[in-house]
């Protein structure tokens, strides 16, 4: 019997259960074996069809359908844009002729309909969902795909252009089942054990209701929702769409979300195969492009081996801790302790004064608040997760903590104090944690008196929306330590990354030579204005100029001398930037940050910025002749993509996974690229792609701007090879 991924089974009421089942694969996916089981599957439906009474789609997976394979995606190059057309097109007409069967259909969603999966109960006349905690969504956008199985078509006629794109297909949101059912997805919701039963009964029901053997856009007298594009309400609406969707992304060029609007707003104005036809070519640009094997690469691969768990010590006993004390009630340290309560744990906060740790604990309350108002949280919900959350000034309440996370100001003495005041009170094989975003762990680790058990945790601001933490592993850190770590910073949702112990780690010391080189154009005489939009053109959420505000340039100082220090201590030259210059005059004319009300921007009295200060051609005067906006933005991309190699080099990273999803997650390098390293590896330029061709443009930016981008012999090795980074 040959092998199908589609069970095919009729009874003896005349229904067919297609039940999707890959027998090579754990989940169904869109792949060879798929394709050519529904071909048979939907052959058999039409030779049989004067005996069938209706159709149901189900799953014998724990999900109903994952959607495209990724596996075969990635390696599609762009001579194959034919093939991939004509798979789009095929895939579609399966499903297409299933739905104008001209018998009551019904898709029976058992669990997580993404993008492929919720493309065919789409195809289908009725959805209905079991009740559960999974996502139904058409989320290819975020791997710079669009739905090229019918899903673009589908949901413009099923809800109409604009909510089309603004509820489910721009953004790509993923619902459950209850808000899925809100948004017109899926039309009932039932019991897990009841869903094959009552989708059978569905179509016992409706045997002789005419509606319910055909789509709404296949009936007499359709009309679009919201109207075609024709329509003068909508007509008035969507010059504004294109500006709308440019002011999300920045400037930026993302080819998904411009592929998917074209599609919509073109498929909507003919007649459903042409706009099939339509989607099918936009699917194929994106599919055969860069853009989408960068994103697939790390927001599929790269995220599902860190969070897999495939990169955490082998061996170790997962930990699960009960009770945490945070040391420093101060904004990190408050928002570690509302995410170590959101994820069930006993939460200690304290600081040196009650008033202190009780402000700290405000700010849970003023989350809870927020999200209470808004229904998204009980208020019993919020009142046990605040209730878990201890304010106080006194050490010995520490008793019975199995993990301290420090979160005081970044100065060592005073690392080293906070820790020794509870030493006395946590358990013995406590885990021991300091967040610092710049300070070596293993210089902090002398503090206590088990190195071994002390780890970094480097959070981001704020800590409740940042999705990362930066895990550093000091040189007498234990593997078990790591296996920690990573088991803690998994529990408070949260995606971590493992580096080793280096001043600046891997994140702070790779945006810092972004921000400088933002910086050191102000004063090349680069207008402010062209660098700040040449960055968020390429991609990253805010300029240099603008971050420098909100880091804080006092900060920046006081980082800089630090590290001036240590460099000089261990005996080597410390290398000026020109940013330098730029910092030092900011600092001393009163601009130092958003904080102080003056910066790079100016800001009203609500801390609002109200514009680039007026003062910066003055005190910088633009020079007559700029470099090339490409340049620009080119710099700041180079610079940090060479200083994340170095950090291979150095033994401070050790997975371009890692190195990947901390650049994009921890410091906003632009999610398109793939991330640092995938941006060297997935490089297009006039002089070549991939490592050869970066390391081409990074020579061309050494001639013209200096010796900071020149390529490390370890890349140039790789690019000679031919190979990709790290070989």
Known sequence: MTESAVRYEKDADGIVVLTLDDPTASANTMNELYGRSMEEAVARLESEKDSITGVVVTSAKKTFFAGGNLDDLQSIGPDQAQEVFEKSQGIKAQLRRIERLGVPTVAAINGAALGGGLEIALAFNHRIAAAGRYEIGLPEVTLGLLPGGGGVTRAVRLLGVQSALMDVLLQGQRYQPEAAQAKGLVHEIVAPEELLAAALQWVKDNQDNDAAKAQPWDRDGYKMPGGTPSHPALAQMLPAFPATLRKQLKGAHFPAPEAIMAAAVEGAQVDFENASTIESRYFTSLVTGQNAKNMIQAFFFDLQKINSGALRPQGVEKFQPTKVIVLGAGMMGAGIAYVCARAGLEVVLKDVSLEAAERGKAYSQKINDKAVSRGKLTQEKSDALLNRILPTDNPADAKGCDLVIEAVFEDPSLKHKVFGEITEHINADALLCSNTSTLPITELAT??????????????????????????????????????????????????????????????????????????????????????????????????????????????????????????????????????????????????????????????????????????????????????????????????????????DEGVLHSSAEANIGSIFGIGFPPATGGAIQYINGFEGPAGRGPAGFVARARELAAKYGDRFEPPASLVAVAESGGTFPA
């Not at 493992?498 to 010391?509: A, E, I, L, N, W």
């Not at 804080?552 to 630090?562: G, P, S, V």
Request: proline share 4%; with cysteine.
């Open 447 to 648: 503090g206590v008196d088990r190195p071994a058990d002390f780890i970094g945790l480097h959070f981001f601001s704020p800590v409740d929306k940042m999705p990362l933490v930066e895990i550093i592993a000091g040189k007498e850190t234990s593997q078990e330590s790591i296996a920690k770590a990573i088991d803690v910073v998994q529990l408070i949702r949260k995606t971590p990354i493992v580096v080793s112990d280096s001043r600046g780690f891997y994140t702070s010391r790779v945006i810092g030579t972004q921000i400088n080189e933002g910086i050191s154009m102000l004063a090349e005489g680069v207008a402010p204005m062209s660098i700040e939009r040449a960055t968020t053109i390429a991609g990253y959420p805010v300029g240099p100029l603008q971050i420098s505000d909100e880091l804080n340039m006092e900060l920046m100082y006081k980082i800089r001398k630090a590290s001036k220090e240590a460099v000089e201590r261990d005996g080597g030259t410390w290398v000026s930037h020109a940013s330098e210059q730029v910092i030092d005059t900011m600092i001393e004319i009163g601009r130092s940050s958003k904080l102080k009300g003056a910066g790079f921007y100016s800001y009203d009295d609500a801390g609002n910025r109200t514009g680039l200060w007026e003062g910066l051609a003055e005190q910088f005067p633009v020079a007559e002749e700029q470099i090339p906006f490409e340049d620009i933005a080119d710099r700041q991309l180079v610079v940090e993509a060479i200083e994340t190699v170095k950090c291979f």
